[in-house]
């Protein structure tokens, strides 16, 4: 994924991206942090995704937002 598309992409989710650092050695760290629509009956979950890059955390939080949709069924 690359920056463009993944800024775009926690856009349209509402994510939120955070960067800490420089750390020890200079060393910076990314967070893309996304909720999840609640699914009927259930509450909505949170995403937090750590990564080198932004690309890199929004990313990982994408794969674990694919992964929530897949676990709901064919249904959503």
């Given at each position: 994924m690359g920056k463009e598309e993944a800024l775009r992409w926690l856009r349209a989710v509402e994510g939120r991206l955070?960067?800490?650092?420089?750390?020890?050695?200079?060393?910076?760290?990314?967070?893309?942090?996304?909720?999840?629509?609640?699914a009927p009956g259930r509450r909505a979950k949170l995403i937090v995704a750590l990564g080198d890059s932004l690309e890199e955390a929004a990313d990982a939080a994408l794969g674990q937002w694919e992964r929530l949709w897949r676990a709901l069924g064919p249904v959503h």
């Open positions: 955070y960067r800490s650092g420089p750390g020890e050695g200079g060393r910076t760290a990314w967070v893309a942090v996304v909720r999840t629509p609640g």
